[in-house]
């Protein structure tokens, strides 16, 4: 993500109580389209994606009255941009637990754009093994894919210009629950 620096404060798009609500949505359409939770794993794309999949993760249980596996997937050296990124770009631990072998994966992140964060977590998947199926959840669909890739279950689609950034603040890194549009200066 740009730094906020760069930018100035446009609007807040989403309070806690509105995250709170799109999360206990996505939770509640991934039960129905899965047919219940029998096989299912939720996968956090590392930084905000994991929080998200651990609280998605814990409405399901608070539904179902059973827990799903949650993981923790870092992408770092699957990205296109890595030569951008850093000299030595900063490579954080990859935390599946369990097999994704034959599981149904919900793949979780706060903002889908391009959509190559998801490629790279695609590819990062195949290396840990073959799921059932991988469908995407995610908080927000800002628009400008330059991929084919579409979420299965979206919190909120907030179009957005080029010269907009979408910044999701979540409780257990950023200390409050918030979306926010900026704009570059």
Known sequence: MADLKDTVFKARVLDAEMMRRALTRIAHEIIEKNTGID????IGIRRRGVPLAERLAAI???????????????????RDDLTTLA????????????SINNKKIILVDDVLYTGRTVRAALDALVDLGRPKLTQLAILIDRGHRELPIRADFVGKNIPTSRKELIAVNVEEIDGMDNVEIHEFV
């Open 87 to 98: 000299v030595q770009p900063i490579v954080h631990k990859t935390e599946v637990p369990f």
């Open 39 to 42: 096989d299912l794993a939720v």
């Open 60 to 78: 399901i249980k608070e539904i179902e009255g059973v827990s799903v596996p949650v993981g923790i997937l870092d992408i770092t050296l699957y």
